[in-house]
């Protein structure tokens, strides 16, 4: 007859949910998970124009302590559990079961409080996807807070998040959807927990062989259905007190506003009614759940002795432990309300059934004892349940919420494979290859190309830099096709990325130099001729076909040298010439710059030519702010090589007696001697001196001669005074 009526009873419940899956979309039925610490709830439902069904639920208690204060210890035993669950759903629905949605407790739990606004470029009507993108840039923003206000060696993920406060165009709006605006924004709060207490979650989801459709948090998935919209404008607390923890969550002025946890919950009594009847913890837990039915629980101790204990003595062992848990609660409330008393309590989950919890929070809070009530059938009021035997009572509130959150948001994480290793992250819906390499901690430079290492040198005494050439980009697949770094990504995607490469290194030759190209005119024996300019590294000529090296001192040259000039010209002068610059003889280093003239002449007989063999006695460099074609003042201009050729033909020519004379003359207050020949000419004096006339320091030279100006090749006489120097 039991089994008959065990039959019957399965056959009515399956007709009920069958009749229920005819009424309710293809597809859009959910599967939540309450993962708790003494037992695991699975409810399977479909949202209803008035409401949420029930198609149906099971429940099983843990065989052992797989979790301690809602945190998973043996991920195994709490997988085959939720296979069993699992397994136990799929029978009475027929529905095969692949992904679910679960909530964490509030475990070292973090908030980051943030606010987050979007302009646009013109007014536009608000959809569900610009809502979304808010909220998600939100969560993004709180997230780069929470990193940069948290230091720590754990791995944190956002796990919930709930708005606040919603603005259009800067004025409070609950709801955006459909108006019109310029810009958008939201206060929300982000909820935060370790990786150890998501991954444990994942992978013992993942060991039943389900995937993660939402993940949300425990107080807030309690919050979508004890604490309804209409009831948020008030300052309410929620506490959800479950087998090892008590999550409680705030609401006021329309929205919830702070979260928090404690570690502390119903296991705290079982442990304390062990130790007093000296049982075993599976034992404790009978009795503490068989007093909330009768008045007399009777259990056997560890030493198989047959015991019975009443609910009054249970509740006198536990009164200490009751008024603990009852004070951190409300203390936790008062700090998470701006150390102010809420206006009610709301408790929901097994561990907050006790006898006298709902009251000593109520005191400790000061608050009237009638508004701290355990909520359970009252908040279910359009909740359906295709399942007769069902009773609505606390304990279910947090399984249904679960449900309805994956309805209110998605927040979930996904798995792929990067380079061979299986990582997690949390998806957004706008996820991509670039945000799996950041997750698994792929080198950005990788990612794109890589420059070769620059080439320094100077440049005309100025530093100059070459950059190195691009590599190639990173090579990238998607489970096997070429992709790209914005390629999107789904869950249980295989990516796979080989490194960008590094490019060659700067390189230059003298003939790519942009000044390469450049040249002097010079006038050669009265024909102009436009001559390419020499180029000099590191104090030596090179070919144009040079290639520059890391730290070379490179000049192009503004002068051409007698020799040079000669070399180009394919002129050998004989003994009976000579070459005069600017009218004015010079040595075979005499410089020759833009705009100067050149010419062999004749040796006249009877007269001495004392030539310039060195760089440094040319007349004069020009300088580099004169504009081209100007000479500097006594750098042999035409009109002072004129004058100089009148001054040198009132002097008497010295004639060759083949005797060294020397001659001492005062040169910028300094006396000294020159010495080697018969006589000696103006320019003589730069051999004896420390004055470099390659690097001017001024516009001109100017050249004084006992007070006067002076010219280059003007005769020297014992006793002269000199004076040299630069004139700008």
């Given amino acids: 007859m039991a089994k008959a009526a065990e039959s019957k009873t399965k056959n009515s419940r399956q007709k009920s949910v069958a009749e229920g899956k005819k009424t309710k979309a293809a597809g859009n039925f959910v599967y939540g998970l309450d993962i708790g610490t003494r037992s695991i709830v699975g409810t399977l439902g479909y949202p209803e124009k008035d409401g949420f069904t029930v198609m149906a639920q099971k429940v099983k208690e843990h065989d052992t302590r797989a979790m301690i204060d809602g945190q998973i210890h043996d991920i195994a035993a709490v997988g085959e559990t939720i296979r069993e669950v699992t397994a136990a759903l799929e029978e ?7 992904s679910v949605c679960i909530a964490a407790a509030g475990r070292v739990l973090r908030t980051v409080n ?28 709180a997230y780069e807070t929470f990193v940069s206000e948290n230091q720590s060696d754990l791995k944190f993920y956002c796990v919930g998040y ?99 946890m404690l570690p502390v919950a119903g296991d705290l009594l079982t442990e304390e009614i062990a130790r007093h009847c000296l049982v075993d913890f599976a034992e404790a837990e009978h009795i503490k759940t068989g007093i909330a039915e009768s008045e007399s629980v009777e259990y056997k101790d560890i030493m198989g002795l047959a015991q019975t204990i009443t609910r009054e003595e249970v509740l006198e062992t536990l009164g200490s432990r009751i008024e603990d848990l009852a004070t951190r609660a409300a203390d936790k409330i008062m700090e998470l309300n701006a150390d102010k008393p809420v206006s009610a309590v709301f408790v929901v989950g097994g561990g907050g059934k006790i006898a006298g919890y709902t009251d000593a929070v109520a005191d400790r809070l000061g608050i009237a004892r009638n508004r701290c009530a355990v909520r ?66 792929f080198s950005n430079e990788d990612l794109f190309p890589k420059r070769g290492e620059p080439l320094s040198f100077l440049f005309n005494k100025k530093p100059r830099s070459v950059r190195g050439q691009l590599g190639e980009s990173c090579r990238i697949t998607v489970n096997g096709k070429n992709a790209d770094i914005n390629t999107p990504i789904h869950s249980n995607d295989v990516i796979a990325v080989q490194p ?109 030519y004392n030539t310039q063999e060195n760089p440094e006695e040319a007349e004069g460099e020009p300088d580099a702010d004169e504009p081209d074609g100007t000479a500097p003042e006594g750098a042999g201009a035409e009109s002072n090589a004129e004058e100089s050729k009148e001054n040198a033909a009132e002097e008497e020519p010295a004639k060759k007696s083949g005797i060294a004379v020397p001659c001492t003359v005062t040169v910028n207050d300094e006396q000294i001697t020159l010495r080697g020949k018969e006589s000696y000419v103006y320019v003589d004096v730069f051999d004896y001196i420390d004055f470099d006339l390659s690097k001017p320091q001024g516009r001109s030279v100017e050249t004084l001669l006992n007070g006067r100006r002076a010219q280059y090749v003007e005769q020297l006489h014992d006793g002269d005074v000199i004076s040299i120097s630069w004139k700008n």
């Avoid at 987050?116 to 993004?140: H, P, Q, W």
């Avoid at 279910?396 to 309805?404: A, D, M, R």
């Fill in 114 to 141: 943030t606010h987050v606004e979007m302009e646009y470029e013109e007014e536009k009507t608000i959809t569900r996807e610009d809502i979304f993108a808010l909220d998600s840039l939100g969560i993004e923003k």
């Fill in 162 to 260: 709930t708005v606040m406060k919603y603005y259009m165009n800067h004025y409070p709006m609950s709801n955006l959807e459909n108006h019109k605006a310029r810009s958008v924004a939201a206060d929300l709060i982000a909820t935060f927990l370790p990786d150890e207490v998501v991954d444990g979650l994942y992978k013992a989801v993942e060991m039943a062989g389900l995937e993660v459709a939402n993940l949300t948090l425990e107080p807030i998935a309690a919050m979508e259905l004890a604490v309804p919209e209409s009831y948020r404008m008030l300052n309410i607390a929620l506490i959800d007190v479950g087998a090892g923890t008590s999550d409680i969550s705030i609401t006021r002025d329309g929205s919830i506003v702070a979260y928090g």
């Fill in 500 to 608: 960008s490469t590094k490019g060659e290194a700067g390189s230059m030759t003298l003939s790519r130099l942009p000044e390469s190209g450049e040249s002097i005119k010079v006038q050669i024996n009265k024909e102009t001729y436009t001559l390419p300019k020499f180029a000099s590294v590191n104090g030596e000529l090179k070919t144009p076909d040079y290639e520059i090296c890391e730290g070379d001192d490179v000049e192009i040259l503004p002068y051409y040298t007698v020799d040079q000039v000669a070399e180009v010209m394919d002129v050998a002068p004989d003994e009976d010439q000579i070459m005069l610059i600017n009218h004015e003889p010079a040595g075979k280093d005499g410089k020759v710059y833009d705009n100067f003239t050149v010419e062999w002449t004749l040796r006249q007989p009877d007269m001495d």
């Fill in 376 to 441: 359970g059938e009252e908040v279910m009021q359009k909740i359906r349940f295709l399942q007769k035997d069902i009773v609505k009572d606390s304990l279910l509130v947090t399984p249904i919420g679960i449900c309805l959150n994956f309805y209110q948001q998605s927040n979930n994480f996904i798995f792929v494979t990067f380079n061979g290793e299986r990582i997690k992250l949390y998806d957004n819906t706008h996820l991509a290859v670039v945000d799996a390499a950041m997750g698994a901690g």
């Fill in 92 to 98: 009475e629905t027929g529905e095969k079961l692949k």
